[in-house]
DNA sequence: GTCTATATGATGATAGAC
DNA sequence: GTCTATCATCATATAGAC
């Protein structure tokens, strides 16, 4: 119906999965199923496109994680929580594929509409953490804001060793190695 | 044979800090300073030159790590100068950026010339985690291959986490959250 | 808003002379 | 081994009709 919505919505997927730069206007438009002329009439230049996909990615992984997170009894289940977003890792994250991405890193607004979701994620994860904390679930020695910036690269990291290896348990692996260290 | 080794040398440097398929054969010959017969002459595709700059940015990763790792007394020690690797992290990791590269990943022999200067980097910090144990710096009851999975995966995220940030000590909290929660 | 036709430059090469 | 010329294809649009 609403052929911005086809737009943004294949090139969201397009972008996860096969990357920005590598990632033409065509083969948006062809799995879109939209013609040229209403995909520039919607989006002047790719990068248009391309500051929308991350901003609503960036919204959709913290969203995701905030519902994964959900219902859990201590700061510490929601942490394990925040792990298993790398439970299917080999499609990549959502976001951190675009931070080794020359064509978004080019770009002034597609970098800090990047900065700013790493950043909210990494708001996010310290809160949780202070939770875990108050709950008595993760020890209170640890540094809220580092833990989280190590949790949070811990699951980035997981995806970019399942990408490289081919391999989703080398991303189970890490998340289970990070846990244990967690509840060391 | 010269200019077939500053060809690579050049190539080795833009695939690692721009991204392999943003990176034209043209912005290689430029930096190299060799002309396109030269470089077609040596590498008669851009994915045979990719080849080879894969597979050395592995080995030279694996050395600095080692040489890193060199004179340290203690396998924790070991950990933490691996630790230091993302000390310099907005240039992105030697080989991590390829597992979002969609060029690499398309071509088989550069794939798994890709996983396998993971695994090899997994085998290395498996075993100076074992070594850790051994000389009591590090828990006993830590899982050996878990805990190195986990290292790396802090490592490679804490690459990924800066890009995106554009801000070093984003990467520098995630090393000192990891390295807390070893020494927990 | 969408269509088709057209334009410009880059990419990833190949051909043949030296 | 290296050079220059050439080439097909693709990426990224723009123009104007409907």
């Known amino acids: 119906m609403d052929n911005r919505r086809l737009i943004i919505d294949s090139a969201k997927k397009l972008f996860w999965h096969r990357g920005y730069s590598t990632t033409s206007p065509k083969q948006v438009m062809a799995d879109a199923g939209v013609g040229q002329g209403s995909f520039y009439h919607h989006f002047p230049a790719k990068a248009d496109l391309g500051h929308e996909v991350v901003q ?87 540094d809220p804001a580092q833990t989280a910036a190590a949790l949070l690269a811990v699951v980035e990291g997981a995806f970019v060793i399942a990408r490289a290896t081919g391999r989703q348990s080398t991303a189970d692996a890490a998340t289970a190695g990070a846990l244990a260290l967690l509840d060391g």
Do not use: W
């Open 56 to 142: 609503e990615n960036g919204r959709d992984l913290v969203a995701s994680v905030r519902a994964a997170m959900e219902g859990k009894a201590t700061g510490r289940d929601r942490l394990v929580a925040f792990l298993g977003s790398a439970g299917d890792a080999l499609g990549g994250c959502q976001i951190g594929g675009f931070a080794y991405d020359a064509g978004i890193l080019a770009e002034p607004p597609l970098r800090e509409a990047l900065g700013a979701a790493f950043t909210e994620l990494t708001d996010l994860l310290e809160s949780v953490v202070r939770e875990a904390q108050a709950d008595g679930s993760v020890s209170a020695k640890l």
